[in-house]
């Protein structure tokens, strides 16, 4: 709570917080928000402009636009977070136990991390793609495969930090277990930077799997995707270039809210950087004020 009042006092990050929610929950509830069937073809409709019946106007083949982003929410977002959520959890279990023993532990693991780390992840993504053939599930699966490895690596650094601490000593001198230590003591400490990290990722696998859709390598027709959605509306660019810029500008203001976002919570989380940005505020305010008085 007391981190949310911190985000909060940031008009900005406030904003991005509450638009990353809304989104979130539209892609819950697509079928109850989603005015048309998103699949649903009307070849009468076809390039049809915005209606009161369909605000953002219909596609190639008069589908809702709207619908279609509203359900490309999932995709884009949704199974993106759930592709964080276990690559961040698989390298927080790595990166604690790696961090916390150290030792052979460590150097086995960190040498595994080495070689995963060793292939650029875009080579490692379309390998999988090449293996397992295109879609969405499989572009899922390298993105596990390639950033667990990472946050493995920045957790255990974390972590380490914190392992040596004389409470941790303490506690160790005292006969706690490795488990209860770790989760009493090691843990809280480093939510702070696996939530940063983790944020930060995000907006990067939303580019990542929209460029892939783009590319024709995620999810399939006729099932909606912001990237997907770009690429069939590639042809008509020129004559129909609405149909470019809602799905554009969807992945635009979520990635942007996504990094303001984690801005704001990396701010918050440190001191040093939210005392910084204080005395640059206050700089910034003074040259203004002198600046005004030199014009006078």
Known sequence: MKLLGQICKDKLAALCLIFITAIL????????????????????????????????????LGRCVLSRIIYGIRPSVLWVLAALSISVGLGAVIGFIAGYFKGKT???????????LSFPGY????AVIGILGVGLDNILIAFVLMKWAWFARIIRTSVMQFADADYVRFSKTLGIGNIRIMANHIIPVSLPDIAVISSSSFG????????????????????????????EARSVMFSKPELMLAPGLAIILVVSAVNFLSDALQIALDPKLMSSRYKQKQSFVEAVKLHGKEVA
């Not at 929950?25 to 390039?47: C, F, K, S, T, W």
């Not at 080579?123 to 379309?126: H, S």
């Not at 580019?207 to 997907?228: D, H, K, R, T, V």
């Open 123 to 126: 080579v490692m993504t379309l």
């Open 106 to 116: 460590d150097a086995v693991l960190m040498r595994i991390c080495d070689v995963m």
């Open 204 to 231: 990067s696998m939303i580019l990542q799997i929209s460029g892939f859709s783009f590319l024709g390598l995620g999810i399939q027709a006729p099932n909606a995707e912001w990237g997907m959605m770009l690429n």
């Open 25 to 60: 929950i539209a892609g819950i509830l697509a079928p109850l928000l989603a005015p048309h069937d998103p699949d649903e073809v009307h070849m009468n409709l076809r390039y049809a402009a915005s209606s009161w019946e369909y605000w953002l106007g219909n596609d190639h």
